[in-house]
């Protein structure tokens, strides 16, 4: 076969699944690109983009079948994209990839709503990670977290959402003073209420919520960009 007959056969070949990429630096865009394109021959690379707002626009304009995020995006990293992403979309598996160390980003990422990751430094193994996800919806566990299929972070990320949404002003006060390190009495101090009364009403935010100490609550709270910083 001749090398015109093999960009025929490589342009004509089936393919059955389009991937966006999202990476800051251009060099590594075009060679993972150019790599998975040849080690995976039914994909097609639909939209790459080198900047999140990129991103989102290329996504929102064109469908995928699969988003590839690199971690490491400038001022919003690859864990706050997954969030936008995945808050906007209940279908697109999303994989995160890394230089640094996977535990620095297994479990933001998996709460984020991605649904794999894995390290820059192995490509065979990126393209088995993004084979599986594309077949079966989710990735491996990584560093002993597991990862949750699209449909599902997409609910939870919903829920979560809404109810951040509802908090009132003086719940939400109580959320950054909690979140300030201060205890019920301190707090009760402060605002001139009992104590008793300060911890019921975080017992009806958590209900609220839906998550089942103060520390997942103001975990959820700032996660959600509701703080005032």
């Known amino acids: 076969m001749t090398g015109q007959q ?3 056969a490589y342009h004509n070949r089936q393919v059955s699944a389009s991937i966006g ?3 800051n630096d251009p060099w590594a865009l075009n060679a993972l690109a150019s790599f998975l394109t040849h080690a995976m021959p039914d994909i097609r690379i639909r939209w790459a983009a080198r900047c999140p707002q990129q991103a989102l626009q290329l996504f929102t304009a064109n469908s995928v079948d699969a988003v590839i995020v690199d971690m490491s995006l400038g001022d919003i990293d690859g864990v706050a994209l997954t969030k936008e992403i995945r808050l906007r979309d209940s279908h697109t598996p999303i994989m995160g990839i890394t230089a640094f160390p996977l535990e620095d980003y297994a479990k933001p990422l998996a709460q984020a709503g991605a649904q794999a990751l894995v390290g820059k430094d192995d490509p065979g193994v990126m393209a ?3 084979r599986q996800m594309l077949n079966n919806g989710v990735g491996q566990t990584v560093c002993g977290i597991p990862f949750e299929s699209a449909q599902q972070a997409f609910r ?6 809404q109810s951040t949404d509802t908090l009132t002003a003086k719940e939400k006060q109580l959320i950054e003073l909690c979140a300030q390190g201060k205890t019920s009495e301190c707090i009760a101090r402060e605002l001139n209420l009992s104590a008793a009364t300060v911890n019921n009403r975080f017992a009806r935010i958590c209900s609220k919520m839906g998550v089942s100490n103060r520390m997942q609550m103001v975990a959820s709270y700032l996660t959600d960009g509701r703080a005032k910083h």
């Open 21 to 23: 990429i999202v990476d």
């Open 6 to 8: 093999a960009d025929a």
């Open 156 to 161: 939870r990320l919903s829920r979560r959402q």
């Open 128 to 130: 088995g990670v993004l």
